[in-house]
């Protein structure tokens, strides 16, 4: 695949993985409030979207790494290797999301006298699997903007951009994690939007202008030497 193709394909894939998990939240909405079989019925059709979304999000994510390894593994195959790998990680561990809700749906209407264990196991797994495959989105985007920021195959104010922001969605992930923090607070949006922003900005940039020339980039890195040779 060209470069500047499997940067458009890349960044088609974050804008819809970013696109469908914003649906699947809307859609979702709090699960912990359905206390009942009827009240699962009744909202059975958005419950059903709602997972569809997650699985198109976790489709377009295990997509991701394969597009990107050709060129990232030029700049780095072991951390190229471990993008994958803390990508597939993730997906995994996002898996639970979509057939959480959807256990929910089929025991409310087939098995009503198990719905009360789906959904502590869907409790249990929004405390900790949702949070743990955010961990793995962290990392995940620590390798991918260190070999971006090392390749200059973006400029690097996007790498470093979120390099910077990982940390506080880290933390979240963490403070989640832990009950330390409740993800429809205010402080969650604070610490998480950073980095999602960032995203976005990197797959527009993908799309409209795709990866830098090797030439451009080692023309950057010289001058970049230059200059430090200058001030010296």
Known sequence: MHRQTTARVAGSLFLTATAAGVLSAVLLGPLDTLHSPQSIADRAHRISAGALMVLVMTVAIA???????PVLKKHGEAPALSYVAARIIEVVLLLPAAIGPLMMVATS??????????RTLTQTYDLWGHPSSLVFFCLSALLLNYLLYRSRLVPRWISGWALVAVMPYLA???LVMFGL??????LHAVLVLPLALNEMVLAVWLLVRGFRAPQSALTAHVAARRGGIDHA
């Not at 209407?109 to 264990?117: K, P, S, V």
């Not at 923090?181 to 205010?186: G, Q, Y």
Request: hydrophobic share 50%.
């Open 109 to 118: 209407t087939t098995q009503a006298a198990h719905l009360d264990t789906v």
């Open 181 to 186: 923090l409740a993800p429809s607070s205010a």
């Open 63 to 69: 997509m991701i790494p394969p597009t990107l390894f």
């Open 172 to 174: 979240d992930a963490f």
